[in-house]
């Protein structure tokens, strides 16, 4: 054992030492079933894993963000079956969790997941791998052995190779044989990846491997690449791996400010549209939001309505200038875009012109310089065309209050 | 002495220069004397510059952790590397959030129960490569890989340091000084922002565990800020209840019903207090009514009030 592997042991075993449990939910010793919770619905629709033999309803738990244990108890005696979660997700603090919730259920009635990095880094993620110290294969072994004991169980189901980016990542050939080692010792069921960027790329790598049997991606209606990653997923499933959604809230809201929450049942549904998405765990925190999950499980097709709904918002969310503020110092003019911007979304998103002229009127800048400006140096992280919808919004400057209402 | 800006700041970037923080700490009035923002480590460099993180921007560093974050109004994250021949031996992370509640609020939801706890910022804990600490409106993680035979005294002396930089007074909220002093399990106190057991209409919780008559309870108090708010969360909890429970209220106004997903924990009782709501789960009437009046007199004597 190296220098460094020694050094993991005593910190994994000081942090796996830990009891921790009294986040927002109860103090250790009065975890208790939720009661009020009905049993399992015979109508949840039920989706088989790929080639691993696990068959999971439609809605899965994503614990990450949960903090409360009677909440996950209350999903798993409500139909539920597979919880997810990490090694790094709350310091360890999340896996102990959800370890409290399921040491004393039977362990055919609950599938968990969980996931490890290839890295040190003790910290939930880290995307400069500069910073990263790479696992040996041992360490990285007793990391989920460090995991296995947190979750108070002899083996986990799935263990994906935590957020991979590239083709490279996901051939690791170190978490390659470590968890099939893992997996010869009984101690992990089924090898995994996850994916939050370049999906597609890390999917056709799963494939590449022949070691891989499930797939975890990042998958939304607001999805970047969709077709790409879409084709993707189908060739996955079609070869037999299980497809896992995440980040199926795409974000939770529609704008920075965070004040409007985009729908949750009809981006699950969104997600769930396809065969080929076997399961997908969205994170919830409150029993509103789990009954809602239980809804979708049931009844998981997307209505017109809400197809409908998703749209209209989508592209209402792209008139939104998230006004961060990078062109403020490149307009030669000095103008204030984000306010030009902003009165561009109430016209073109609101309709609400007289709130779009208080806007461009308020600036106090007359004539917008723009149309004498020969090119536009604004370089918009948004890819707006600042100078045509400066232009566009300005005209409104001029039109009489009578002819906007 | 440091303090990032308000507003303004959250329209920064990510990867900008660490030239831009020493702007920041001049503007404010602060020294660059050892080496700005971030101290100095013996036989360490820093790794380039440190790059900053807002609201729109946690995500590419900590993925999906950082819904948490910005629950607890998370403004902006500061991260330095410290190198050692070339390899990240040392990493330090200041997450500056919109006030003290919120930034212990984050620091609880990773503090161990049981901990080496150190006397760094306001309260601070050492496990083997790591040190985190919150004061202020500053939650502060340090993570070392380095074999250090005193550890422990290197880190707690570097995040003191670092801690001394930090704008903002050493002090819990003040609303976890109203609950009831005796019984209380150390280290148990948090402060949860929102979704507070699951329920959406319940926030702003200051929570302690407590052991009475050998038992682990849980205090809260609901203190939104305002009367209104309170009532209105105790309100709609009782709405909530009423259908599912046997929901009973005193002469004196105590609520207490079984929440049915925390059955197992017995009776929650609830008291209005006027700019705060109490609960106890799991105790008598009497207990409670005694705790009542405890927070009620200290919620009284605070100045300026709750």
């Given at each position: 054992m190296t220098e460094h592997s020694d050094r993991k042991n005593r910190r994994q075993f000081i942090v796996g030492g830990l009891s921790g449990l009294a986040?927002?939910?109860?103090?250790p010793?009065?975890?208790?079933?939720?009661?009020?919770?009905?049993?399992?619905?015979?109508?949840?629709?039920?989706?088989?894993?790929?080639?691993?033999?696990?068959?999971?309803?439609?809605?899965?738990?994503?614990?990450?963000?949960?903090?409360?244990?009677?909440?996950?108890?209350?999903?798993?005696?409500?139909?539920?079956?597979?919880?997810?979660t990490a090694h790094y997700y709350q310091r360890g603090r999340n896996e102990e969790m959800v370890g409290e919730?399921i040491k004393?259920?039977?362990?055919?009635?609950?599938?968990v997941?969980t996931k490890a990095r290839a890295s040190t880094v003790d910290r939930s993620?880290?995307?400069?791998?500069?910073?990263a110290t790479r696992e040996s294969e041992e360490s990285f072994i007793q990391k989920v052995e460090l995991s296995l004991e947190r979750l108070h169980t002899d083996y986990v189901?799935?263990l994906?190779?935590h957020?991979?980016?590239?083709?490279?990542?996901?051939?690791?050939?170190m978490a390659?044989?470590a968890m099939?080692t893992l997996?010869?010792q009984g101690k992990i069921?089924?090898?995994?990846?996850?994916?939050?960027?370049?999906?597609?790329?890390?999917?056709?790598?799963?494939?590449?491997?022949?070691?891989?049997?499930?797939?975890?991606?990042?998958?939304?209606?607001?999805?970047?690449?969709?077709?790409?990653?879409?084709?993707?997923?189908?060739?996955?499933?079609?070869?037999?791996?299980?497809?896992?959604?995440?980040?199926?809230?795409?974000?939770?809201?529609?704008?920075?400010?965070?004040?409007?929450?985009?729908?949750?049942?009809?981006?699950?549904?969104?997600?769930?549209?396809?065969?080929?998405?076997?399961?997908?765990?969205?994170?919830?925190?409150?029993?509103?939001?789990?009954?809602?999950?239980?809804?979708?499980?049931?009844?998981?097709?997307?209505?017109?309505?809400?197809?409908?709904?998703?749209?209209?918002?989508?592209?209402?969310?792209?008139?939104?200038?998230?006004?961060?503020?990078?062109?403020?110092?490149?307009?030669?003019?000095?103008?204030?875009?984000?306010?030009?911007?902003?009165?561009?979304?109430?016209?073109?998103?609101?309709?609400?012109?007289?709130?779009?002229?208080?806007?461009?009127?308020?600036?106090?800048?007359?004539?917008?310089?723009?149309?004498?400006?020969?090119?536009?140096?604004?370089?918009?992280?948004?890819?707006?065309?600042?100078?045509?919808?400066?232009?566009?919004?300005?005209?409104?400057?001029?039109?009489?209050?009578?002819?906007?209402? | 002495?440091?303090?990032?800006?308000?507003?303004?700041?959250?329209?920064?970037?990510?990867?900008?220069?660490?030239?831009?923080?020493?702007?920041?700490?001049?503007?404010?009035?602060?020294?660059?004397?050892?080496?700005?923002?971030?101290?100095?480590?013996?036989?360490?460099?820093?790794?380039?510059?440190?790059?900053?993180?807002?609201?729109?921007?946690?995500?590419?560093?900590?993925?999906?952790?950082?819904?948490?974050?910005?629950?607890?109004?998370?403004?902006?994250?500061?991260?330095?590397?410290?190198?050692?021949?070339?390899?990240?031996v040392l990493a330090?992370?200041?997450?500056?959030?919109?006030?003290?509640?919120?930034?212990?609020?984050?620091?609880?939801?990773e503090r161990p129960d049981e901990g080496q706890f150190v006397?760094?910022?306001?309260?601070g804990y050492y496990q083997s490569g790591v040190i985190n600490?919150?004061?202020?409106?500053?939650?502060?993680k340090m993570l070392n890989y380095r074999q250090l035979d005193d550890e422990r005294d290197e880190l707690v002396?570097?995040?003191?340091?670092?801690?001394?930089?930090?704008?903002?007074?050493?002090?819990?909220?003040?609303?976890?000084?109203?609950?009831?002093?005796?019984?209380?399990?150390?280290h148990?106190?948090?402060?949860?922002?929102?979704?507070?057991?699951?329920?959406?209409?319940?926030?702003?919780?200051?929570?302690?565990?407590?052991?009475?008559?050998?038992?682990?309870?849980?205090?809260?108090?609901?203190?939104?800020?305002?009367?209104?708010?309170?009532?209105?969360?105790?309100?709609?909890?009782?709405?909530?209840?009423?259908?599912?429970?046997?929901?009973?209220?005193?002469?004196?106004?105590?609520?207490?019903?079984?929440?049915?997903?925390?059955?197992?924990?017995?009776?929650?009782?609830?008291?209005?207090?006027?700019?705060?709501?109490?609960?106890?789960?799991?105790?008598?009437?009497?207990?409670?009514?005694?705790?009542?009046?405890?927070?009620?007199?200290?919620?009284?004597?605070?100045?300026?009030?709750?």
């Amino acid at each position: 054992m190296t220098e460094h592997s020694d050094r993991k042991n005593r910190r994994q075993f000081i942090v796996g030492g830990l009891s921790g449990l009294a986040l927002a939910g109860l103090a250790p010793g009065r975890l208790g079933a939720a009661e009020a919770v009905p049993n399992p619905d015979p109508d949840i629709v039920i989706r088989k894993l790929g080639a691993t033999g696990l068959e999971l309803p439609l809605v899965s738990m994503g614990v990450m963000n949960a903090d409360n244990p009677n909440l996950v108890a209350a999903a798993l005696d409500s139909g539920i079956k597979m919880l997810d979660t990490a090694h790094y997700y709350q310091r360890g603090r999340n896996e102990e969790m959800v370890g409290e919730v399921i040491k004393d259920r039977s362990r055919d009635g609950f599938v968990v997941a969980t996931k490890a990095r290839a890295s040190t880094v003790d910290r939930s993620e880290v995307q400069d791998s500069n910073k990263a110290t790479r696992e040996s294969e041992e360490s990285f072994i007793q990391k989920v052995e460090l995991s296995l004991e947190r979750l108070h169980t002899d083996y986990v189901d799935i263990l994906y190779l935590h957020s991979c980016k590239s083709r490279e990542d996901a051939l690791d050939e170190m978490a390659l044989s470590a968890m099939q080692t893992l997996k010869k010792q009984g101690k992990i069921r089924h090898i995994g990846v996850s994916t939050h960027s370049n999906q597609a790329e890390v999917i056709e790598a799963a494939l590449e491997s022949g070691v891989y049997e499930v797939v975890l991606t990042a998958y939304n209606f607001k999805t970047a690449n969709r077709e790409e990653l879409e084709r993707a997923m189908e060739r996955a499933a079609a070869k037999g791996l299980g497809v896992v959604a995440m980040k199926t809230q795409a974000g939770v809201f529609w704008d920075k400010e965070r004040t409007q929450p985009i729908p949750m049942k009809a981006a699950l549904r969104w997600a769930l549209r396809q065969d080929y998405v076997h399961t997908a765990i969205p994170g919830f925190t409150t029993f509103n939001q789990l009954e809602d999950d239980l809804l979708v499980m049931k009844e998981p097709t997307l209505t017109t309505e809400e197809a409908a709904s998703l749209e209209t918002q989508e592209k209402l969310a792209g008139l939104y200038c998230q006004q961060c503020g990078t062109c403020l110092d490149q307009c030669p003019a000095d103008l204030d875009i984000p306010v030009l911007m902003r009165g561009y979304m109430y016209a073109h998103g609101y309709r609400n012109l007289l709130s779009a002229k208080d806007v461009v009127n308020g600036l106090g800048r007359g004539d917008l310089p723009c149309a004498t400006c020969e090119s536009c140096s604004v370089n918009c992280p948004q890819d707006f065309d600042v100078r045509e919808r400066a232009l566009d919004v300005a005209r409104i400057g001029q039109v009489p209050d009578d002819f906007l209402v | 002495m440091i303090s990032w800006s308000e507003g303004g700041m959250s329209r920064i970037f990510v990867f900008v220069s660490v030239g831009a923080i020493f702007g920041l700490a001049m503007a404010c009035g602060m020294s660059e004397g050892d080496g700005g923002f971030f101290p100095t480590v013996d036989g360490l460099s820093t790794r380039g510059e440190a790059e900053l993180y807002d609201s729109e921007t946690l995500f590419e560093y900590i993925n999906g952790a950082a819904e948490s974050y910005l629950a607890y109004g998370f403004e902006e994250l500061a991260v330095q590397s410290y190198e050692e021949d070339g390899e990240v031996v040392l990493a330090v992370d200041v997450y500056r959030h919109r006030d003290g509640v919120h930034a212990f609020g984050i620091y609880c939801q990773e503090r161990p129960d049981e901990g080496q706890f150190v006397d760094v910022g306001t309260e601070g804990y050492y496990q083997s490569g790591v040190i985190n600490f919150f004061k202020g409106r500053y939650y502060v993680k340090m993570l070392n890989y380095r074999q250090l035979d005193d550890e422990r005294d290197e880190l707690v002396a570097l995040a003191g340091r670092l801690a001394a930089r930090l704008d903002g007074e050493t002090g819990f909220p003040r609303a976890l000084d109203l609950l009831p002093q005796s019984d209380r399990i150390p280290h148990s106190e948090r402060y949860i922002a929102r979704d507070f057991l699951g329920h959406e209409f319940l926030h702003s919780a200051f929570v302690a565990d407590y052991l009475i008559n050998g038992a682990r309870s849980q205090v809260f108090l609901l203190a939104p800020g305002n009367a209104a708010a309170g009532r209105e969360m105790l309100n709609a909890y009782k709405a909530y209840a009423e259908g599912k429970s046997e929901v009973v209220t005193s002469a004196e106004g105590t609520i207490s019903f079984v929440d049915p997903y925390y059955r197992s924990n017995g009776t929650l009782r609830l008291a209005d207090l006027d700019g705060a709501v109490l609960g106890i789960f799991g105790v008598d009437a009497d207990t409670f009514d005694s705790a009542t009046e405890e927070v009620r007199t200290a919620m009284e004597a605070t100045d300026p009030p709750l």
